[in-house]
Structures are given as C-alpha cells and as structure tokens.
C-alpha cells in the first residue's frame, strides 16, 4: 500500500487543502447514504475506473495497490474528495448524453474541448490500435460507433462512452465523449470536465 506524497504545485494545491479541510467536518453516515459509497468506520473505499482507494476519515489518507493512478495525481484526489463531499448516487436511465447536453454544459464547453475532446483525439486518434488494446485491457465495453469506441465505467454506476475517428491526409483525428444521464445530476459541470481529463490520464496509462 502507498500513501500520497504532496506535490509541490500551487495551482493543485490549493483546492486539494481546501476540500482536505472540509473533509474533516464531514459526517460519514450522511455520506454513505448520498453517495452509496461503503465507509468501514476508518475510511471510504472507492473505485476509480481501474483501482480501489480507501480514503481516511477524519484525517485525510489515501491508500491502494502500488501504481494505481490518484495515488500521485492530485487532482484525482480532488475529484474524489469533491465526490464525497457533494457528490451523489443515482441509477442511470440508461440514455448517454453531450457534455453540451447536461446543465451549463454550454458555459464549459470551451474547457471541455480542450481538456477533453481536442485531447483524446491527439492522445488516441492516431494511436487506434494502442487505444483498442488499451481498452480491452481495462475491459471496456466495445462500442458499433466510430473508428474505434468504447464504454467504461468512471465510478461505479457512472459509466463514459469514448469515441474515436482516426486522421487522414484532409482531416485531423476526432474524439466524442458521452456521459451516462445521471452525471447530469450528481455531478457539478466543473467535476463533468475533470471526470473526462481523468478518464484520458487513465488510459493513457495503458498505451
């Protein structure tokens, strides 16, 4: 098991003290109940697309198998804090949505281009192959849609479609994300572009 190890970056770090400070005063049988996540009475465990992390309570601790993404990324931990803290669980209906489809969906949708779209086009339209295997690695769920797409879940219950059309001589590579509908409602649309960055980091990792 390994613990985090601080980063010495501004940007990152301030929010991360900031909802570490909140995370104290939060109430663990509240949380349980909004968020479905298990909490043993010393820490929430919580899985994040390829690995479990348990999270410390009230003093802020993060453990899981050695290498597993968030252990040195703060924004990760970020996001799963914000999840604990603000987050809640709600089945999904089945259907996917835009990124511009969920509420201000249109006021983020400049960061969400660069941060997401723009990036797992680069990352992956020109790599479809590596992206396939990656995928299959991770067990995605192979999608009929574009050159290459795949369903995988965030958190449990939350799942992401990616979608994938390679370059040519005339076009660039193009990317899609879609989100299961009940992001619309659980997530705040900051937390929806995060949820996008982390997922491209992850399987990143795998290529």
């Known amino acids: 098991m390994a613990e985090k190890r601080i980063l010495e970056n501004h940007k990152e770090e301030v929010p ?5 400070e909140r995370f104290r005063t939060l109430d663990p049988t509240e ?36 290498g597993a993404f968030a252990l040195n990324n703060l924004p990760a931990q970020t996001f799963l ?5 603000e987050g ?7 259907t996917y949505k835009t990124f511009r489809e969920m509420p201000w969906g249109e006021l983020y949708i400049q960061p969400f281009t660069g941060r997401c779209l723009t990036r797992a086009a680069f990352t992956f339209g020109t ?3 590596k992206f396939v295997a990656a995928m299959e690695t991770l067990g995605a769920e192979k999608l ?3 050159d290459a797409g795949y369903a995988l879940e965030l958190l449990p219950g939350f799942t992401m479609e990616l979608l994938l059309w390679a370059g040519d001589d005339e ?4 990317a899609q994300i879609l989100y299961s509908d009940n992001f619309a409602q659980c997530f705040a649309p900051e937390d ?16």
Not at 16 to 20: A, K, M, P, T
Not at 41 to 64: C, K, M, N, Q
Not at 81 to 85: D, M, Q, T, V, Y
Not at 171 to 174: I, V
């Open 144 to 146: 009929p849609h574009g």
């Open 16 to 20: 991360f003290s900031h909802y570490v």
């Open 88 to 94: 809640k669980a709600e089945k999904s209906q089945g």
């Open 31 to 66: 949380a349980v109940a909004r968020t479905g996540v298990s909490f043993d009475g010393a820490a929430f465990t919580l899985h994040l697309v390829d690995s479990d992390y348990r999270i410390f309570w009230p003093e802020y601790r993060i453990e899981a198998n050695a």
């Open 192 to 207: 929806r572009v995060v949820a996008g960055d982390l997922l491209i980091s992850i399987v990143k990792t795998y290529l």
């Open 81 to 85: 804090l914000r999840f604990l803290l």
């Open 127 to 129: 790599k479809i192959p």
């Open 171 to 174: 076009f660039p590579p193009s």
